[in-house]
């Protein structure tokens, strides 16, 4: 089943936006590589180099239920511009995690804003009723991104605050 949507940006570009896939790997690894270094420490909370084989196996297998990633693409689908998924808690499947990266250069045009509405509409959609996001306090353009698209601080620990957003 073919799921991919095209999403307008407000500059004028087009992404293609989809469920990631297993197949996905090259241009998954290739799109963390392409991040900045700072970017990728942001992202993975943590200063990496290169994704490890496990990572990338973990991040390109969702399952759809427990796991969900979507991934936006140009038009052409060959290179990888934002990833944006949710992991449902273990000990509570009505609250999971999401998570997004956002190529450096496609930053600040709503890629990332958009991602993170329709994840939330999705979650919702699948009986999730909190998201929750973990990022590093210095992380001032996902604090925005999390204010605005209506994420409330709901507690710190040493470099990291934690958001939530209610979704029922």
Same mark, same amino acid.
């Given at each position: 089943?073919?799921?991919?949507?095209?999403?307008?940006?407000?500059?004028?570009?087009?992404?293609?936006?989809?469920?990631?896939?297993?197949?996905?790997?090259?241009?998954?690894?290739?799109?963390?590589?392409?991040?900045?270094?700072?970017?990728?420490?942001?992202?993975?909370?943590?200063?990496?180099?290169?994704?490890?084989? #496990?990572?990338?196996? &973990?991040?390109?297998?969702?399952?759809?239920? +427990?796991?969900? !990633?979507?991934?936006?693409? *140009? $038009?052409?689908?060959?290179?990888?511009?934002?990833?944006?998924?949710?992991?449902?808690?273990?000990?509570?499947?009505?609250?999971?995690?999401?998570?997004?990266?956002?190529?450096?250069?496609?930053?600040?045009?709503?890629?990332?804003?958009?991602?993170?509405?329709?994840?939330?509409?999705?979650?919702?959609?699948?009986?999730?009723?909190?998201? #929750?996001?973990?990022? &590093?306090?210095?992380?001032?353009?996902?604090? +925005?991104?999390? !204010?605005?698209?209506?994420? *409330? $601080?709901?507690?710190?620990?040493?470099?990291?605050?934690?958001?939530?957003?209610?979704?029922?």
């Amino acid at each position: 089943m073919d799921d991919a949507r095209d999403l307008w940006l407000p500059d004028g570009r087009l992404v293609r936006v989809r469920s990631l896939r297993p197949g996905d790997r090259e241009i998954y690894e290739r799109a963390v590589l392409d991040l900045s270094p700072r970017s990728r420490y942001l992202r993975f909370l943590a200063p990496i180099h290169k994704p490890s084989e #496990r990572l990338l196996d &973990l991040m390109t297998h969702p399952d759809g239920s +427990r796991h969900v !990633a979507h991934i936006a693409l *140009t $038009p052409d689908e060959t290179t990888g511009v934002a990833v944006v998924r949710y992991v449902r808690a273990e000990d509570d499947p009505l609250a999971a995690e999401v998570a997004i990266a956002v190529a450096d250069d496609w930053q600040g045009h709503g890629l990332g804003a958009e991602l993170v509405r329709r994840t939330a509409a999705h979650a919702r959609a699948s009986g999730v009723r909190t998201l #929750r996001a973990t990022t &590093l306090r210095e992380n001032a353009g996902s604090l +925005r991104l999390l !204010a605005a698209t209506g994420f *409330t $601080p709901a507690g710190a620990d040493g470099l990291h605050s934690t958001h939530e957003a209610r979704l029922t």
